[in-house]
Structure formats: structure tokens, C-alpha cells
């Protein structure tokens, strides 16, 4: 059995422009796959983002990133100064 990993939630700094986690399908019997996110102040802008980075998507989905809990292990500003 592994570990339990110690995770903390990771908070979003407020601001006017959104972000929407972005989920796509390559075609009609592939998974739905976490693909980023895309900011835009609102969600048919930001659909008009994400299906231009994915024109071939079968399936795009958005969810504004407020609705989604995330928790990790390490900051994300840990992780970009590559301490990964």
C-alpha cells in the first residue's frame, strides 16, 4: 500500500477575467482528458480559446476553475523553479 501524501488546497487569487479548466476528446470513443485551462471573462470566449487549441476535439468541456477544489502536495511556484 502507498503513502498517504500530505496535500494542502490550493487557492485561486481573485481577478476579473476567469479561468475554465479545459477537457477535450480526440474522437468519439477516446477518454475526456484535462487538457489546461484557457482565461476569459466569460464562458463563450473561452470556448471560442479553447476550440481554436483544439480544433479537432470531438468533445470540448469547460468548468470554471472556482467550481474545481484542487489540492497538491507541493506550490505551484515550487514546482516551476523545478523542484518537482
Do not use: I, K
Not at 471573462?41 to 471560442?48: G, L
Amino acid at each position: 500500500m502507498s503513502e498517504q501524501v500530505d496535500r494542502t488546497r490550493v487557492e485561486r487569487p481573485p481577478g476579473e477575467r476567469r479561468e475554465w479548466e479545459t477537457f477535450c476528446r480526440s474522437s468519439a470513443d477516446a477518454p475526456l482528458r484535462h487538457v489546461g485551462s484557457v482565461t476569459a471573462p466569460s464562458e463563450s470566449v473561452a470556448y471560442e480559446q479553447a476550440a481554436t487549441l483544439f480544433p479537432d476535439a470531438v468533445d470540448l468541456w469547460l468548468c470554471p476553475a472556482e467550481s474545481v477544489a484542487r489540492y497538491a502536495a507541493q506550490p505551484l511556484a515550487d514546482r516551476a523553479e523545478g523542484d518537482v
